[in-house]
């Protein structure tokens, strides 16, 4: 009999599925497993023979941490190996004031190809399961203590897979659970219209980042495929949808390439863009990748550019790189543990 993987269920349904006469037991373990609990001998207010009941019939978790790689800025990257052998890598970070973000994958590879990302050199294995994203939270937190944030900003493209990442939310949001505050996700996009506007009509309302990089059509097409079938204005109508019917800010994101979008007519382009849009703009210089065709941008070349979106009048944050010793930083995602001499086996 193949075991039940309780990991990514909520109260009733592992009541159902386990045949659970008294639903409080159900609570129980539900509540367990938000606390981290990986053994079912330590959920300690469950009677033993429950206990080997469910051991018979039942598993915590469905993966296991294949390597933990450690930055010596502070970030931390699992790799984590799936029950049919694919690898997804999530990563920990920690800002300047201690809060910690988990940066969860969706999918195992990614099939949008952006040419300026490891991880869409790799092509998509599959989509994930909701208790295999679940799972990547409860590892973090197993190796870093109590986490304030989740970003869905990993591997993969969350707008396809968005139903497991419901059901993944709905588990770690839950009261009785792990209570995660729906206020502290947020989930990131390369920009699939049908997406946001799914988000935006069936939710949940979470925080929405953008991955724009440029706002020139032809230079996106070019190194985002996927804006062949969604072009930017329809993308910026989508992005307008969704600030009006969530209440929130979407954040538009920049991956800074030297010598490509960093120009005069780049940031006019994104001026354009963001002109009469509730947003946010997050750039963060490319971070490399070897076997990729890009370079970092100077540091002049990032101060130009954020002082001419500033003198516009627009919120620009520049964001720090964090984890690219370990392959763990932004784009960087889908390197194996040869690219670090920072791995260790075990937490």
Known sequence: MEKIILSGLLPQEIGEKLGLSQKFRANQIFKWIGTGVSDFDKMTNLSLDLRNELKEKALLRSSNIENVL???????????????????????????????????????????KCAFCMTGTLGLSRNLEAYEIVEQFLYLEETSGKLDNIVFMGMGEPMQNLGAIRKAIEVLCHKDGRALSSKRI?????????????????????????????ANEDLRKEIMPVT????????????????????????????????????????????????GA????????????????????????????????????????????RGRKIGGACGQLGKTVKDSSNAINSI
Not at 281 to 298: A, G, H, R, Y
Request: aromatic share 4%.
């Open 70 to 112: 450690k930055d010596p800025d502070g970030t931390i990257k699992l790799q984590i190996k799936l029950s049919d052998g694919n690898i997804v890598e999530t990563v920990l970070l920690t800002d300047k004031e201690g809060r910690k973000t988990a940066c969860v994958s969706c999918q195992a590879g990614c099939a949008m």
């Open 186 to 214: 947020t989930l990131s996009t390369c920009g699939i219209i049908k997406g946001i506007y799914d988000l935006a009509d069936n939710g949940p309302h979470i925080r929405l980042a953008v991955s724009l990089t440029t």
């Open 228 to 275: 062949g079938g969604n072009p930017l204005p329809e993308l910026k109508k989508a992005i307008a949808y969704y600030a009006e019917k969530s209440g929130k800010r979407v954040t538009l994101e920049a991956a800074l390439l030297g010598g490509r979008n960093t120009d005069d007519i780049s940031a006019k382009n994104m001026i354009d863009f963001a002109c």
């Open 278 to 321: 509730d947003v946010n703009i997050n750039l963060i210089p490319w971070n490399p990748v070897k076997s990729l065709p890009f370079v970092e941008p100077t540091s002049g070349e990032v101060k130009a550019f954020v002082a001419k979106l500033e003198r516009a009048g627009l919120n620009v944050t520049l964001r720090t790189r």
